[in-house]
């Protein structure tokens, strides 16, 4: 029996009630889950904050408007404009406050992801920091080819994940560096793969570039539940967590939803306002 420390909590692990690492080091399921949990609880809470302050936003500006202005004036209502810009900076702080805390479980995760098994869960992101710094393969240089994302050193030969390791290679060479075996060109974790989140993520993608609406039920942090269809515009990551921005039919203004907290989502026709 091997027993060493848990890489997450530092308390006692063995080959037996822990999960091996590409390394040989070893961690408790049970942390791992808590972190990824605690790292998701944090990023609703970071999106829902995100969207209080897009709506906080919209209101100040429609306060300030000259009508607005005029109307006010002559009616002696308060405008609570200033109110409102506390209320703004309130949420900027928390938002500041909750990206600090998310530092730590971060880092726990990306250690673990650097000497992961099989395919890391972030192995999307990974891959796409790789690709993102060149267009040309690193040994044919070979220009606008499709590439792949080759280990230099094998998982099994004590490779890791880590950036430094990673290579962008063309087919063909990505090929030859495994011994001529054919190489299928992998852009996400299997585990995404299979995910309500990915499947979301497709359609969303869809009804964006099909100038479409979605429909979907919608839960925020604070565990409220709503019905909801926008006209997405675009997808954003915001602190890691996956977002949608688009036109919200309810609220009659842009709005940004987490896409994990999206649930029955469906394509509907383009909607108008």
Same mark, same amino acid.
């Given at each position: 029996m091997i027993v060493q420390s848990c890489q997450i909590c530092g308390g006692v692990c063995s080959d037996i009630d822990g999960d091996k690492l590409a390394?040989?080091?070893l961690y408790h399921a049970r942390c791992y889950?808590?972190?990824v949990g605690k790292l998701k609880a944090l990023d609703e809470q970071i999106v829902d904050l995100h969207g209080h302050a897009a709506a906080t936003r919209n209101r100040i500006e429609k306060n300030q408007m000259f009508r607005e202005k005029l109307y006010r004036f002559f009616s002696g209502k308060h405008s609570y404009v200033e109110?409102?810009?506390t209320e703004?900076? $309130?949420t900027q702080v928390a938002i500041t406050h909750l990206s600090q805390e998310k530092i730590w479980p971060s880092?726990?995760?990306?250690?673990?992801?650097?000497?992961w098994p099989t395919y890391p869960p972030d192995w999307a992101d990974r891959r796409m920091q790789v690709l993102s710094a060149t267009r040309v393969c690193r040994k044919c240089r070979k220009w606008n080819a499709s590439l792949h994302v080759h280990h230099k050193k094998p998982m099994s030969r004590g490779g890791s994940h880590r950036p430094e390791n990673l290579r962008a290679l063309c087919?063909?060479?990505?090929?030859?560096a495994h011994d001529g075996k054919?190489?299928?060109? $992998?852009?996400k974790a299997v585990d995404v793969d299979r995910s309500p989140y990915g499947g979301n993520r497709a359609l969303l993608e869809e009804a964006i570039g099909h100038s479409l609406a979605v429909h979907f039920s919608y839960r925020k942090f604070n565990g409220t539940r709503s019905t909801r269809t926008i006209s997405p515009t675009s997808l954003r990551t915001v602190d890691n967590a996956l977002c949608v921005v688009g036109y919200c039919h309810l609220r009659k203004a842009e709005r940004i939803f987490a896409v994990t907290r999206m649930r029955g989502v469906k394509l509907v026709p383009k909607l108008r306002g």
């Open positions: 390394d040989g080091t889950y808590a972190t109110d409102m810009n703004l900076i $309130r880092r726990q995760l990306q250690k673990l992801y650097d000497v087919e063909t060479c990505h090929s030859e054919t190489i299928w060109r $992998r852009t």
